[in-house]
């Protein structure tokens, strides 16, 4: 099996999938509903299943500049950035990780920025609790640090991420 991924809008098909893979994970996510999947679109967003062939490998969530999500990460970045891309989450499914498909992603979500003129992808991690593979992860793929801060009342704390697109 290759790393090589198509990323396409999920459908009705996809929910329990997203759901199921979001819970696996929410440890080092906000919590997902079938209701705030479907309300992503009309705040600007995209949910996108990252298929590997026949398989589906993960999902994608992702904003665009003049979103209306009510997220504090997404705001610190639209109070301060024009032009960018926010990845609220990438789920790479525990079956399929190790073998490159999150920087499959990674690639295709930057030249996608590059074919919208975007200047930005911005994104989140989380350092208390720490998540040093997601850390280390966006490192590797040129994000830099542009502030952090504290959520879920002061029980979280996140590095604010940036990755210039030129």
Not at 53 to 63: A, P, Q
Not at 72 to 83: D, S
Not at 109 to 115: F, M, T, W
């Amino acid at each position: 099996m290759t790393n090589a991924i198509d990323i396409v809008p999920a459908t009705d098909t996809d929910l329990d999938y997203i759901l199921t893979q979001n819970a696996e994970n929410v440890h080092y996510l906000s919590p997902l509903d079938a209701d705030a999947v479907r309300r992503i679109p009309e705040q600007g967003g995209s949910v996108n299943i990252l298929w590997n062939k026949e398989h589906r490998v993960g999902f994608l969530i992702s904003y665009g500049a003049d979103g209306s999500y009510e997220s504090v990460n997404y705001q610190w970045f639209q109070q301060r950035l024009k032009a960018f891309r926010y990845v609220d989450r990438i789920v790479i499914d525990q079956a399929y990780r190790g073998r490159g498909f999150g920087d499959s992603c990674y690639r295709s979500l930057i030249e996608q920025c590059r074919c919208e003129k975007l200047c930005w992808l911005t994104a989140e991690i989380d350092i208390e609790p720490s998540n040093p593979g997601s850390l280390a992860f966006h490192q590797k793929h040129g994000f830099v640090e542009a502030g952090r801060h504290s959520v879920q009342n002061g029980k979280k704390r996140v590095s604010l991420q940036l990755l210039p697109i030129g």
